[in-house]
């Protein structure tokens, strides 16, 4: 049968899973607020199950490694045949990455865990060397035959992603040099990045509350920094910046060193810019990205203008780094966990039944692991399962809206997941520029809901004060990242950069990031965020404001167009993963990304409730 049809047989993605009925959302009630992993392989990190799977998987990419390595494969058909059980081996591998990522995050004192999420990784490097050594095949076809095979029925569906892959092959090092790079990073490259979460992920620290002390893990803290009392806020700002300045030794040394591994291999690829991969890994020009952020620094006054407000309704003498997320006030108390999960459902059921289908399944079968408790790591993820065409999301619920519209963020990754189970494993990886398009659609459509249901004036300024905090967030805080790293790695190149340095580097691009707006800065943000040490995906950040903007284009769109554009807006999700974001703005919304209008109206859209704030905030 054809690579992207290929079913599934026998034991080879664990087992399988349990059937529930009719989605609804009047089952929402009593939820469980911890995710079900038994259901992927029984046991956790001493599953027997899943030590076999991954042996089997380690076996059957020794196999394809063997075969690759005995030549070509000569003819289409053989060539269909070869990449199945590439894309076979590719799918196994994700769902023994998600059960791995899945087992660390809800314990970071999960030893086995570790040693697990070691063994799948070692299991990767085996099939990246196979890709690699594909890649030079690739390049060994002549132009015409390699046009040829493409336009074949059994390779069309990869066609895009072949012709990609073939590319960027073109610019890398000699397939045995890129091997060995692969073989080293993994006790080398990303061994830093696990140093990093094991020293943080042990991390306490303890804060003043209600009159007692209270020791909580940086995602626990980090849930608080939104509290209404400023001194509150003030004060944990204060433990927070004392707790990773203890840690910012050993953060600094993993930074340098993952910088310095990153520049060494650019360098002998003749790489000039560290922007050329991540540019690359998300499909997208320099121009598009310079049209992004040209558009943002130009409406960088109406964003000064809202946070000088805010600083001014708070009656703040110093509107510091803590304070930029800081309500104006309550939006309805606190939700539980089930009016969360209803209210979520509700919303998206207005704007699509297949989004309310979805959400209402992750919320009932125990996709979501949102329990409030030490010992979890930071952050939220939402990760999929592909043997089994499920999602694991994984949130901090403390019942805040916040909170509330985190999991309908990442429900809207499960759901764009769920839309692409069907097409080949080659296509389904799309960049993470793009996969913020569905979570971020997602959120605007439960924030939106929330201040047209808003009970009164004051409860209206809370909610859009709330959206207008986002929009910060995701321009100026990202930014300011973007700048930090784009320096740092510039600074990088002359040697190790100190501790000292790099929090100079990080005030300097939060204070032009924000315009001068903050008074108070957070020197040690590099240390406390995560992105800046995750190996594979080099500039986490500037992916968050595209996929913001993008995603507004697209909902504004949606509400122009209303209830016909449901269909337009899966198979927008469903190329996400098989052509450049260019070419995906034009065929979807007919728009020029490397253009300064899109993004002005993008950004016209998501401050679209700035005026109604002022006035009233008079």
Request: charged content about 25%.
């Amino acid at each position: 049968m054809p690579a992207y049809t290929m079913a599934w047989r026998g034991r080879s993605c664990g087992r399988q899973v349990r059937q529930t009925g009719k989605a609804g959302i009047d089952v929402l009630k009593d939820l469980n607020q911890t995710w079900d992993l038994e259901v992927f392989f029984p046991g956790g990190s001493r599953s027997a199950e899943f030590a076999e799977f991954v042996d089997l998987l380690e076996k059957d990419i020794a196999a394809i490694s063997t075969e690759v390595a005995g030549g070509e494969a000569g003819a289409t058909d053989a060539w269909a045949r070869r990449l199945e059980r590439v894309q076979d081996a590719t799918r196994r591998l994700r769902h023994a990455e998600s059960f791995v990522s899945c087992l660390t995050s809800q314990d970071v004192g999960d030893k086995y865990a570790r040693l697990m999420e070691n063994r799948v990784r070692q299991v990767g490097s085996s099939l990246a060397a196979v890709m690699t050594a594909l890649d030079k095949q690739f390049l060994d076809i002549p132009d015409a035959e390699w046009r040829q095979m493409l336009d074949s029925e059994a390779l069309r569906p990869l066609a895009f992603n072949l012709d990609e892959r073939r590319s960027r092959a073109k610019e890398m090092l000699p397939p045995e040099l890129e091997t060995l790079a692969n073989a080293l990073s993994v006790d080398g490259y990303d061994g830093w990045s696990d140093l990093y979460n094991l020293v943080t992920g042990r991390m306490t620290i303890t804060i003043e509350e209600d009159g007692r002390p209270i020791t909580l893990s940086p995602g626990q803290v980090a849930n608080r920094m939104s509290n209404p009392d400023p001194a509150l806020r003030a004060h944990i700002m204060s433990r927070w910046e004392e707790a990773w300045a203890r840690e910012a030794d050993m953060c600094a040394l993993a930074l340098n060193r993952l910088a310095g591994f990153r520049l060494a291999l650019y360098g002998k690829r003749g790489w000039e810019s560290v922007l050329k991969e991540p540019l690359e890994i998300n499909r997208m020009s320099a121009e598009t990205l310079d049209a992004m952020w040209d558009a943002i620094n130009r409406n960088k006054d109406r964003l000064v203008a809202y946070m000088q407000r805010k600083k001014k309704v708070l009656g703040l003498d110093k509107f510091g780094w803590q304070d930029v997320e800081a309500p104006l006030g309550k939006a309805g108390g606190k939700m539980s966990y089930d009016q969360a999960a209803a209210f979520i459902v509700e919303q998206f059921g207005r704007q699509s039944p297949a989004m309310a289908q979805f959400a209402t399944k992750a919320f009932r079968e125990r996709w979501i692991e949102a329990e409030d408790r030490p010992g979890k790591r930071m952050g939220g993820f939402c990760t999929g399962f592909p043997c089994r065409q499920q999602s694991r999301i994984f949130v901090t619920f403390s019942g805040t809206l916040p909170n509330t519209a985190t999991v309908a963020h990442e429900l809207g990754h499960g759901y764009h997941g769920s839309l692409m189970w069907d097409l080949p494993p080659m296509t389904q990886r799309y960049a993470m520029n793009v996969a913020e398009t569905a979570s971020t659609f997602a959120e605007m459509i439960v924030a939106d809901a929330a201040v047209t249901h808003a009970k009164d004036k004051q409860e209206r300024l809370v909610l859009i004060e709330d959206k207008l905090r986002r929009a910060v967030s995701l321009l100026n805080n990202i930014q300011a990242r973007f700048l930090f790293e784009t320096r740092f790695y510039e600074a990088r190149k002359k040697g190790t950069v100190s501790v000292e340095h790099l929090n100079d580097l990080m005030v300097e691009a939060q204070r032009e990031a924000f315009a001068g707006a903050l008074d108070l800065y957070h020197p040690h943000f590099w240390a406390s965020k995560l992105h800046f040490y995750i190996t594979r995906t080099p500039f986490y950040n500037f992916p968050y404001t595209f996929g913001y903007l993008f995603s507004a284009g697209v909902y504004s769109r949606a509400r122009e167009v209303g209830p016909g554009f449901e269909a337009r807006y899966r198979e927008l999700l469903r190329d996400t993963g098989r052509m450049r974001v260019e070419d995906l703005g034009k065929r979807h919304l007919d728009v020029d990304l490397r253009k300064p209008d899109f993004w002005q109206s993008a950004l016209d859209s998501v401050l679209a409730d700035l005026p109604e704030f002022m006035e009233l905030t008079k």
